[in-house]
């Protein structure tokens, strides 16, 4: 008999990480699980911003937690933060990352270099620092990357390749993380109406180009709160036999 009172998006009791918080995806992501329950540890760049989001949070106990996630050795001490109450982390969102429009002929190993230091390195320390045991006690990491790692276009080959990097470390890490209980999988997003994809498509793209790519979707062009749904999916007990995918979210761009 299934227990009527079990609500598998009951997110209380567990702590999540949600880099990238102060905007867009990380930010809407980070308001949608405080909603169900979840003690949101926020992580950005810009602490006023995090300031916005943090009150705009529902509950309480939730942290601000600033750290440069490019400089590997203040990972640790970041962690450390975390877990100071004794509470370890249950899931982890990593939404940080920046896009890169860059043609080949400006696209020398030192700017490709600084993209894979922004997006993908600081993937792959968090989760190496998340699987530890004194931080966590298994749970779900989620990571967000792009439709564009499957569907390119043109200029846009660093962020391109650091998104795809992480689509592979997905698959690749799910099996050693299966043995200490952890789940990971990645949400490749479609067109979502960030403040940062909006900022980009006004440099580098005029309206026509912008209704073009948006009538390519059959549901249009999707909001932050489109993704935040589908992390709280991934992160909760409904997607507990799902590990090691990375999952189309794009309106039917594809």
Do not use: W
């Not at 600033?66 to 509470?87: C, N, R, S, W």
């Not at 982390?89 to 043609?103: D, E, F, S, T």
């Amino acid at each position: 008999m299934v227990n009527s009172n079990f609500n598998p998006l009951d997110f209380v009791r567990r702590k999540i990480l949600v880099t990238g918080a102060s905007s867009g995806i990380g930010k809407a992501t980070a308001i949608y699980l405080s909603k169900l329950g979840a003690q949101i540890i926020l992580n950005g760049r810009n602490e006023g911003r995090l300031n916005e989001t943090m009150m705009q949070l529902t509950g309480g106990n939730h942290r601000i937690l600033t750290a440069d996630l490019a400089k590997e050795e203040e990972l640790g001490h970041f962690f450390d933060q975390m877990v100071q109450d004794g509470i370890k982390l249950n899931g982890m969102v990593h939404c940080a990352g920046v896009p890169y429009v860059m043609p080949l002929q400006s696209l020398s190993k030192k700017r490709l270099s600084d993209v894979m230091e922004t997006n993908f390195f600081p993937f792959i320390e968090l989760v190496r620092q998340y699987a530890k045991k004194k931080y966590s006690s298994g749970g779900s990491i989620v990571c967000i990357s792009s439709i564009l790692s499957v569907q390119p276009r043109a200029y846009e080959t660093g962020y391109i390749a650091s998104k795809a990097a992480m689509n592979a470390a997905v698959t690749s890490l799910a099996f050693e993380l299966a043995k200490k209980g952890i789940r990971i999988n990645g949400i490749l997003a479609g067109n979502i109406m960030t403040e940062m994809v909006q900022e980009t498509l006004k440099e580098y793209a005029n309206e026509e180009h912008l209704n073009n790519v948006i009538e390519k979707s059959l549901l249009g062009a999707g909001e932050p709160e489109d993704i935040a749904s589908v992390c709280a999916f991934l992160l909760s007990d409904m997607a507990k036999f799902i590990t090691g995918r990375n999952m189309y979210a794009d309106g039917g761009y594809l």
